[in-house]
């Protein structure tokens, strides 16, 4: 009788295709621009948030040339969309909530709503994995999206980067600030809130 070969090991670094190593490229990007926020709550040096800024617009650039050189090489897998949405979600979700906060959005409705925005991107991109099968409509493309895509987010990035840039961080964020019950809104930061809006609105983006 002959017995059933077990199952193949998963390897994870055979599984890898070029792709996937601009994807970390992303990611790695991300992480960078979080260490750069730290240190310039630590230092109170502006430089570093321009770097912060520079690490999410180089997250922007490997996650474009990933998807160019996955339709190139016509090579994709699974584990390869989920470690796109990952380092996304820290690109363009947690990196540029922690900008903001490190711009000087730090009051209690302030973290709510960065808390929102991050949420919002990380429940955009969830949809979007299961739900894409469904929107190629059998073809394997997707012509559109559902919401805003995550890495829009570099828009208010951009912005961050200018505020830093003409000194209007901290106490001097545009727009001031607000109390309510005691605790502090700046008004900057519900510019996240309508982008996380939009990002799990069903409004659609074309693909191209």
Known sequence: MNTPNPPKRFSMIREFHLADWFTLGNAFCGVGALFSVMSYLETGDILHIHFACALVLAALVFDVLDGRIARWRQKSS?????LDSLADVISFGVAPAIIAYGCGMQGLYDRIVLAYFVACGVSRLARYNVTAETLSEGTGKVKYFEG??????????????????????REHLWFGKVLIGGFTLHPLVLLFAASGSLMISRIKIPKF
């Open 78 to 82: 699974a584990m390869g969309r989920e």
């Open 148 to 169: 805003t895509p995550i890495p829009t987010s570099i828009v208010l990035v951009g912005l961050l980067a200018v505020a830093g840039a003409m000194g209007a961080v």
